[in-house]
């Protein structure tokens, strides 16, 4: 396998998939290929999306092929894990397993269609499965959690800002209007193997981007598929969202220090392209939210007891806030979680309003 000697974009990482760098490059579609322990990647498109693709990937076992992260579910999709399958001489017929890494729609969106036609089971961390969409809604009219307008406004948003973020869609999204996505019918709980017959594949439990997020570990061909936990360049979000598992960016600092003594695998990611160096990357992950974090206590400080709204609005984003649009809710909940570690660290403290009034934010030094 050819790799470049260093990613000049990425310092510490060596770029493995050069085809599909280039195609990244390029902004089009990678080839599938065959990977190291007979694995494959396949490409499939996600609609309208500035990630463009997933990097499914195909698991051959002794007793036919686990499916990781099938991808969105399109038609196009579809058809492109259909032809990735037909590449690497396979038809959903040899499909006994899906594994998802987690549920964001262009990971697990297609694995409902697929276990239909291949009567394959569905696998995830048990973390995860409380986090599909149909069961949040149901958790959240339970706890009577915030709506997206209510958490808005506790967020310190101004009426006009949350009429322009969300629409009366949102505001009454039951169970029933909610798109409904696989439950699945095997767990994976840390350190589990993946059923499957002729290899292993074993869970790496990496809390963060969501709270059952998983990596899955090939010990034998040192191999490491990451997921959205860390990808060569973009920083995956880490929010804080009314329904959040406790501590989002707390348990994403470990788990990337877990993930990081797997130096010696080639890394699978499930955007961008394959790579080795997990031990730089994911130090430079970490780097970047201490310094994130050095930026919210200055701002608080400048700012005295600001709203997180007021916080989001002062810091720093790859366009100007008033050019965000919808980004907002990511860039708000980004802040919150960064706000909450930092809390934990004891560094800042909330002030909760009164009478529904925005939570605040102080220094304690
Ligand atoms: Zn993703």
Do not use: K
């Amino acid at each position: 396998m050819t790799a470049d000697p260093t990613d000049p974009g990425v310092p510490g990482i060596s770029v493995l998939g050069t085809a599909q760098r280039a195609a990244w490059l390029d902004r089009t579609l990678p080839p599938v290929e065959r990977l190291p322990g007979g694995l494959w990647s396949v490409p499939v498109p996600i609609p309208d999306n500035p990630l463009r693709y997933t990097l499914c990937y195909l698991v051959p076992g002794d007793d036919g092929i686990v499916v990781v992260d099938p991808g969105w579910n399109t038609r196009e999709g579809w058809d492109t894990l259909l032809a990735g399958l037909a590449e690497a001489g396979a038809t959903t017929a040899d499909v006994t397993g899906i594994v998802a890494t987690h549920v964001h729609p262009d990971h697990h969106g297609l694995s409902g269609r697929l276990r239909e036609e291949s009567g394959a089971w569905v696998a995830m961390h048990p973390a995860e499965r409380d986090t599909l969409p149909q069961r949040i809604a149901v958790a959240a009219s339970r706890n009577s959690l915030p709506t997206a307008g209510g958490w808005l406004r506790l967020s310190g948003a101004e009426e006009d800002e949350i009429a322009e973020l969300v629409s009366p869609l949102d505001e009454s999204a039951t169970a029933d209007d909610r798109a409904a996505m696989a439950e699945p019918d095997v767990l994976l709980e840390d350190g589990d193997l993946v059923p499957m017959a002729g290899r292993r594949l074993r869970a790496v439990w990496t809390p963060g981007h969501t709270p059952g997020h998983l990596c899955l570990q090939e010990p034998d061909a040192r191999l490491l598929l990451t997921g959205d936990h860390v990808l060569p360049r973009i920083t995956p979000n880490i929010g804080l969202y009314p329904n959040s598992a406790d501590s989002p960016l707390g348990r994403f600092l470990e788990s990337l220090e877990r993930v990081g003594e797997y130096d010696d695998h080639d890394a699978l990611p499930a955007h961008e392209y394959r790579f080795r160096g997990l031990a730089a990357r994911t130090r430079l992950l970490r780097e970047h939210h201490e310094e994130r974090c050095r930026e919210v206590v200055a701002v608080v400080a400048g700012l005295g007891e600001p709203t997180v709204w007021e916080v989001a609005r002062h810091l720093t984003w790859s366009r100007p806030w008033e050019r965000i649009g919808r980004m907002r809710f990511g860039a708000l909940a980004e802040t919150g979680a960064h706000i909450d570690h930092l809390v934990r660290r004891g560094e800042l403290a909330w002030r909760h309003g009164e009478n529904g009034s925005p939570i605040r934010v102080r220094s304690t030094t």
